[in-house]
Each structure stands twice: as structure tokens, then as C-alpha cells.
Nanobody, 123 residues
Framework: QVQLVESGGGLVQAGGSLRLSCAASGTTFRASAMGWYRQAQGKQREWVACIDSGGNTITAQSVRGRFTISRDNAKNIVYLQMNSLKPEDTAEYHC?????????????????WGQGTPVTVSE
């Protein structure tokens, strides 16, 4: 059974930084594309960043240049480094894992989801 456990969310002032972590188990982590999605209250869920099994990445235009996704295959962890945070980044952030090793231009082909970690950015 695949388990994804996120951590690192919290309250931060605008302009600050946070690093989210996602520990994965029960999956062939090295062969899986991983990703981060977010959902703000009252809004549709959107993808934020994806990383394929080879370490190639893609980020959504709304966070490009501010957020970076990375992975540590030795530890089965995927990270989301978030810099220059804005109030509009406030959302629940979810880690995803795919059965595929690749992503698409429109998202990370998520097959498994974590419970999420909240991020709140104050003015």
C-alpha cells in the first residue's frame, strides 16, 4: 500500500520561505514521477510541480522561479522549496505519486495522494 506523508507546512509572512517534504513508502519510488498539488479554499485543485524518475522537473507558471521540486531517492523523499511566498500561495499542499515515470505538460499523472499539509501566507 502506497503511503505519502507530507510535512513542513505552516504560517509564514509574505516574502518568506518554507520547505515541504513528502516521505513515500510502498511504492517503487525511484521509478515513479512525483508531484505537488495545492487546493485553496473555494478554488479548484491545481498542480504546482512535478519531477520524473530521472530528475527532470516542471513547475506551474504561477510559481515558476519561486518554487523548486527535488527528490532524494536514497531517502524516498520529495521536496518542495517555496521562496518569495505570496498570500495567494495559501492552500493545502498535497504530495502525489504516479505509476508512470514521467509527467505531462498538464500535470503529474497522480495515482496516489497524501493527506496534505497546510500553508498559510500572511500579508
Amino acid at each position: 500500500q502506497v503511503q505519502l506523508v507530507e510535512s513542513g507546512g505552516g504560517l509564514v509572512q509574505a516574502g518568506g520561505s518554507l520547505r515541504l517534504s513528502c516521505a513515500a513508502s510502498g511504492t517503487t519510488f525511484r521509478a515513479s514521477a512525483m508531484g505537488w498539488y495545492r487546493q485553496a479554499q473555494g478554488k479548484q485543485r491545481e498542480w504546482v510541480a512535478c519531477i520524473d524518475s530521472g530528475g527532470n522537473t516542471i513547475t506551474a507558471q504561477s510559481v515558476r522561479g519561486r518554487f523548486t521540486i527535488s527528490r532524494d531517492n536514497a531517502k524516498n523523499i520529495v521536496y518542495l522549496q517555496m521562496n518569495s511566498l505570496k498570500p495567494e500561495d495559501t492552500a493545502e499542499y498535497h504530495c502525489t505519486a504516479s505509476r508512470r515515470p514521467y509527467y505531462s505538460a498538464g500535470g503529474c499523472y497522480p495515482d496516489y495522494w497524501g493527506q496534505g499539509t497546510p500553508v498559510t501566507v500572511s500579508e
